[in-house]
């Protein structure tokens, strides 16, 4: 009994890959689930026909990938139908995010009864954040009346490239500390000490932090009152404006990051802007986390840009030598395993992030499964 489905549904696609141990049997993507012309016409369907295709002989668990799990849940979570209730109820804090996996959820469990199933969630691994980096210098009577702290997310690949990186080092990750700075169309950083979260850049939503491709990071939350009462904006609209056309998008147009590079290097200066805004806030993340963190072994790269922008990699880690931190020119343009010259004091990697094998380990992990 050693494989492992991992489904991550969305309101409208499911991502699958099946594990046999570290190897990947099958993988895909469904798409525009319930529209017209897309892969199927509901989740039901969709996952009965996936589950038809795929060889589920010793299937020992199925993995899904859950966004938010409050504070509720603090580690990955063999679900019961109270697990079911509690994601739930989690809905008002991911509106975009929760529903699919529940759906995902509750149609897998219909479809394979007799197969445990395990939630994953992307706001565990910082569950170990002390209160001082959760809270904000907020009314403490709302914010306790309200949820109002910092979950974080992305925790799984986090995790991942966290223990990944020790592993290139060849120190036992409770000896490694190492920020983990996950560059995708999301992004956010993590400092992690001994192998536990200290600090993330994302808060109560994924919404802080680093310039991101739709969305803005962090801004001063006054702009949302300002937009309200001097521009007349609805709350929504604000919320779609910060969340859909901010980051790169909103100061280009472009939410690829390959694409603002491009218009750069064509002397584009508004592309030439956001990449240093984009790479401003990184540098600005990293010297808090090196501050907080004290001692660092290592920076970790990882995502969609991370693992393949050598320009955003030197830019971010540039003028950094006084600290021990940097980049060697021919090893950041391989997108090498390790980017920073022998013998550094603070080793810089690229570790491609593994989401969904991180989930399979996870599943087996909860369920103490040995293979
Ligand atoms: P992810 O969310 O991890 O799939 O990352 C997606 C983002 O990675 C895309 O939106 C691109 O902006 C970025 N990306 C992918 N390949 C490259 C590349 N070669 N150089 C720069 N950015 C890239």
Known sequence: MTRVLVLNCGSSSVRYKLFDGADVRAKGLIQRIGEDGGDAGDHLSALRDLMDRLDLSDLAAVGHRVVHGGDR????????????????????????????????????????????????????FHSTIPPEGLLWAVDHELAERWGLRRYGFHGTSHSYVSRETARILGKPPAETNVITLHLGNGASAAAVRGGRCEATSMGMTPLSGLVMGTRSGDIDPSLVFYLHRVAGLALDEIEESLT???????????????????????????????????????????????????????????????????????????????????VDEDRNRANALIISPDGAPVTVCVVPTEEELEIAHECRRALALTT
């Open 73 to 124: 849940f603090t580690s990955s979570t063999v679900i019961t139908d109270e697990v079911v209730a509690a994601v739930e109820e989690l809905i008002p804090l991911a509106p975009l995010h929760n529903p699919g996996a529940l759906t995902g959820i509750r149609v897998a469990r219909k479809l394979l009864p007799d197969v445990p199933q395990v939630a994953v969630f992307d706001t565990a």
């Open 244 to 326: 859909r056309h901010g980051g790169l998008a909103g100061l280009t147009g472009v939410n690829d990051m390959r694409e603002v590079l491009r218009r750069r290097a064509e002397g584009d200066g508004q592309a030439a802007l956001a990449f240093e805004i984009y790479v401003r806030r990184l540098k600005e993340y990293t010297g808090a986390y090196l501050a907080l963190l004290g001692r660092v072994d290592a920076i970790t790269f990882t995502a969609g840009v991370g693992e393949n922008s050598p320009d955003v990699r030197a830019a971010a880690l540039a003028g950094l030598s006084a600290l021990g931190i940097t």
